[in-house]
């Protein structure tokens, strides 16, 4: 792919918001079956019902005036006037979704050393997210795929390859505005499952919503749902890979997995229950292949089939990069907006590439039976530290300078500049001058592959 040349005077002029108005007529329709769901209401508050794919009614009581003769003349006094109503407004939800959270030993010691001047704290994150703390809480709902455990501090923080972050790491997200977290990755097994239960269990001590990890398949089946501005938002998770771990035969736990074809049958079955129990559904898949930007062709007939299934929006983590974001054409004539891959939220890694990663932001109107994704905008997002990995912290690329580049730690490992990261963002279409950051993939594409 041809890059376009660079007036680096220019560059400090863009904006890094792509803002994109999109509209896909979307349109499905299968009722839900009678199961036990979990309704969260915007405070976190939790109340479970059983979901009937029903819509309620509410009735209103009609009288009738007895028939009495009237004159012309009495009519035009005694009738009254066709009462007006407003169309009810369209169910919209906003929503904003980053990557993996990724804490490596360097991010949680900054943090436990910023914490010394503050009172009842062992660790201060503050700093290291600062710069980008009034992107997070504008949404109705807030996506984070939290890649390493939290394990309710029964274990020693610990980094790459067997993570663990403590507590205040979780509460700080929360305080940012997160509120959906995702456990369904490559490390959720990092300590076990002791420490996997650790963790659900310090997820439901704070009340927050965790999907893709579970304490047994009743808690599985209780698909998480939010409701907010009148649409139920289900959200389910899932990943391709355990780093070769495995829960013990005798373990009532479960993860969210699409390892194998026997996963992704029951990973299909749930999307699909869970558009029958609620108005929309966010999947969040850890897939694909580390380090790459590349979208296999196996990646997108999975895609494909989930959005089949009932998924009206993939978000995509596990990379470690930046991935173009698509269009994924449905056989009902509507469309999935599909982000293969977010990138890193944060990291300490020591490749130029990883440290490029963004916050998507969308809106789900519910003007069908499915609804459509609009308002889609991508804020590229830096990681950047100084020599030794010191003071890592993020600045969305409007903030970021030519000068920040250059002395950026990772230089010393890597290629890193702000040419570098221009370059890189025009490549997967995430710059505002590009016009639309979604590409478009359909059926047709993806038989035409098959075909060939």
């Not at 390859?161 to 940012?176: A, I, K, Q, V």
């Not at 003007?367 to 993020?394: N, Q």
């Not at 995430?430 to 016009?435: R, Y």
């Not at 993939?441 to 075909?451: K, L, V």
Request: charged share 25%.
């Amino acid at each position: 792919m041809m890059i376009m040349e660079l007036d680096l005077r220019k560059i400090k002029a863009v904006t890094a918001a792509v803002s994109v108005m999109m509209l896909c007529a979307c349109s499905s329709g299968t009722a839900g079956q009678t199961n036990e769901t979990q309704i969260i209401s915007p405070d976190h508050s939790v109340s479970v019902t059983a979901a009937t794919g029903t819509e309620e009614r509410s009735v209103q009581e009609q009288t009738t005036a007895a028939e009495v003769p009237e004159t012309e003349a009495q009519a035009e006094d005694t009738e009254p006037l066709p009462a007006e109503t407003e169309p009810a407004p369209i169910p919209k939800v906003t929503f904003t979704a980053v990557g993996d959270n990724l804490i490596h030993s360097s991010i949680y010691k900054q943090a436990a050393r910023r914490a010394e001047s503050v009172d009842g704290m062992d660790y201060d994150f503050s700093f290291a997210y600062a710069n980008v703390a009034d992107l997070l809480d504008k949404a109705d709902i807030s996506v984070i795929n939290q890649e390493t455990l939290i394990c309710n501090d029964e274990y020693e923080p610990d980094t790459y390859p067997t993570f663990n972050s403590p507590m205040e790491l979780g509460d700080h997200m929360s305080r940012l505005g997160f509120d959906v977290f995702g456990m369904a990755n490559n490390h959720v097994l990092d300590k076990g499952a002791d420490g996997l239960d650790a963790c659900l269990r310090y997820y439901d001590r704070r009340k927050y919503i965790r999907v893709g990890a579970y304490h047994d398949e009743r808690d599985r089946n209780n698909i998480r749902i939010v409701e907010k501005n009148g649409m139920k938002v289900a959200f389910l998770a899932y990943t391709e890979s355990f780093n070769g771990l495995r829960l013990p035969s005798d373990s009532l736990m479960t993860v969210g997995s699409i390892a194998n074809e026997e996963a992704i049958d029951l990973a299909l079955k749930e999307v699909t229950r869970a558009a029958g129990m609620s108005d929309a559904v966010v999947l969040l898949l850890h897939w694909g292949v580390e380090d790459s930007d590349i979208i296999s062709d196996s990646q997108r007939t999975l895609a494909l089939k989930f959005a089949d299934a009932g998924a009206d929006v993939i978000l995509g983590t596990h990379p470690h990069v930046l991935r173009d974001i698509e269009w994924i054409g449905r056989r009902d004539g509507g469309s999935t907006l599909c982000a293969y891959s977010l990138g890193n939220f944060i990291s300490a890694q020591n490749v130029g590439r990883n440290l490029i990663g963004g916050i998507l932001d969308f809106e789900l109107d519910l003007d069908g039976e499915r609804p459509s994704v609009t308002m889609i905008s991508f804020i590229p997002v830096i990681t950047h530290y100084d020599a030794s990995y010191s003071d890592i912290r993020l600045y969305p690329l409007s903030d970021y300078s030519e000068e920040l580049a250059s002395r950026h730690g990772v230089r010393a490992n890597s290629e890193f500049s702000y040419e570098f990261i221009y370059n890189y963002l025009s490549k997967h279409h995430l710059l505002a001058e590009q016009g639309s950051i979604v590409n478009r993939y359909s059926q047709e594409e993806d038989q035409e592959g098959a075909d060939t």
